[in-house]
């Protein structure tokens, strides 16, 4: 820190803060976790300063001998770890994998046949009016995908993002009644929008995804079928998931973060059969900037410590905290999206357990030392920026050490502070969805203990 110091006094003090914080407070964010100091050196090195657009042997560079033991290395870690037949280990992170897998659809299911059909191997040699016709059916594919509501990700083709422009898209969600997936609705969907692609995952479902029945949809109406399991790809890597509820043998192709319940660096990862593997491995430079050396490094010793045993201890206790920790709060009283969990995450439903707004909960738990997320839930009545949900998952304090006993405690405090916190008034005196009011003497008492855990 003293040569960060040395240049800019203020990074070095908010480099320390953040350890402070994170040190401190309760991290219940379902999408952090804690890197171990290994993974973080790997990626604070001189890698950082080399480019190598292209694939391993295969650069616009040169001098890229070590960058290609660093990304082989990550690939093959990636292959072993989940049993693919390809990885790619480039992408910057999981909304970048998830360009990079639209795009190899594409590529594959649309701009192939269209160059073979004109008998031509590159777009540059299409004629002016089949690159017109190309553009435009490029424009005219499909996309089904699980509704944000429910837990998707906007990424999966909804409007504010890109995706939502290159696709015309619908979306499946959750029976009312149970909260979980409706196969037999998704089955009816696809039967009649056709898509091209079929995604599956989420970063706010507390479930299971049975992606055998995924892949026999998308097989029956000719979509391809994407994972993006960029939450639960810890699961997968610890074998917690396996069977029906492992993506990697079921879907074409399986997108993933290595930061979240992976415990890597942040980025991304593109893992695929080999139907799509020559489209994955263009990712860069037709979708992605210059390769981050650095982080790929990184991104091999987080898989490389995925792959030793202890791991699955790990991804284990992940869950058996999260359900530690669903227990506590239903025992409580507090109302969970789907009753229950199986996976890193539960969605606490705040407005029917605590007539609390998402941001209220949020802020609220925030002063007490207690990191979480605002989340919408199904059909959610206060929208998606205040919404009725509060999203809390387990990597982080799993990685920290803390079993299901602990886990009881955690429940308990972030219950006593829901229970104590009040809405609050706008300045004119009329509810706000935003502010809250909670007792000082509670948060200061709650952020001591969560200090202390
Ligand atoms: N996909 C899912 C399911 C996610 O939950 C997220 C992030 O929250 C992403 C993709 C995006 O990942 P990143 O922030 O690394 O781009």
């Not at 803060?17 to 890197?35: F, G, P, T």
């Not at 040699?125 to 990700?153: P, T, V, Y």
């Amino acid at each position: 820190l003293e040569v960060i110091r040395a240049v800019e006094p203020r990074i070095a003090d908010a480099i320390g803060q953040e350890v402070a914080d994170q040190r401190e407070m309760l991290k219940l964010i379902a999408s952090e976790n804690y890197a171990s100091p290994a993974t973080l050196l790997a990626m604070g090195n001189w890698f950082s300063d080399k480019y190598a657009e292209g694939t391993v042997g295969r650069r616009f560079y040169a001098g890229c001998r070590n960058v290609d033991t660093v990304e082989a290395l990550a690939a093959e870690h990636a292959r072993e770890l989940f049993g693919a037949a390809h990885a790619y280990a480039q992408p910057h992170s999981g909304i970048d994998a998830n360009l990079v897998a639209f795009w190899s659809v594409l590529a594959d299911r649309v701009e192939a046949p269209a160059l073979a059909k004109a008998g031509v191997r590159n777009v540059n040699d299409l004629s002016e009016a089949d690159w017109a016709e190309l553009r435009q059916s490029f424009g005219n594919q499909r996309m089904l995908g699980m509704s944000l509501d429910a837990g998707g990700h906007l990424t999966h083709g909804f409007r504010p993002n890109i995706s939502g422009k290159m696709f015309d898209q619908r979306s499946y969600g959750t029976d009312p009644a149970t909260g979980l997936i409706d196969y037999e609705a998704l089955r009816t969907s696809a039967r009649e929008f056709k898509p091209l692609i079929i995604v599956a995952g989420y970063s706010a479902y507390p479930r299971l995804v049975n992606f055998r029945i995924m892949r026999e949809i998308a097989d029956e109406v000719g979509a391809t079928l994407m994972v993006d399991m960029a939450h639960f790809a810890g699961l997968v890597a610890g074998k917690v998931l396996t069977g029906d509820f492992d993506p990697v043998p079921h879907a074409q192709i399986v997108t993933t973060t290595t930061h979240k319940s992976l415990r890597g660096p942040r980025g991304g990862m593109v893992l695929c059969d080999d139907s799509l593997k020559d489209q994955v491995d263009r990712g860069c430079p037709m979708v992605l900037g210059g390769p981050l050396p650095h982080v790929m490094a990184a991104k091999a010793v987080a898989l490389a410590e995925a792959r030793r045993p202890e791991f699955r201890d790990y991804a284990q206790a992940v869950v058996d905290n999260s359900r530690a920790l669903a227990e506590g709060l239903m025992r409580r009283g507090a109302t969970l999206v789907t009753g229950g969990t199986d996976n890193h995450l539960n969605l606490i439903d705040v407005a029917t357990s605590y007539g609390l707004t998402g941001r209220q909960a949020e802020s609220a738990l925030l002063d007490s030392g207690i990191v979480t997320n605002r989340n919408s839930i199904p059909a959610d009545p206060n929208g998606a920026w205040y919404t009725s949900g509060i999203r809390i998952g387990t990597p982080a304090l799993t990685t920290r050490g803390l079993g299901t006993a602990e886990m009881d405690e955690v429940a308990g405090l972030i219950d006593r502070v829901l229970t104590t916190t009040e809405p609050g008034t706008t300045a004119k005196g009329a509810p706000s969805k935003a502010q809250h009011v909670l007792d000082p003497k509670v948060a200061d008492e709650i952020s001591r203990r969560a200090t202390d855990l």
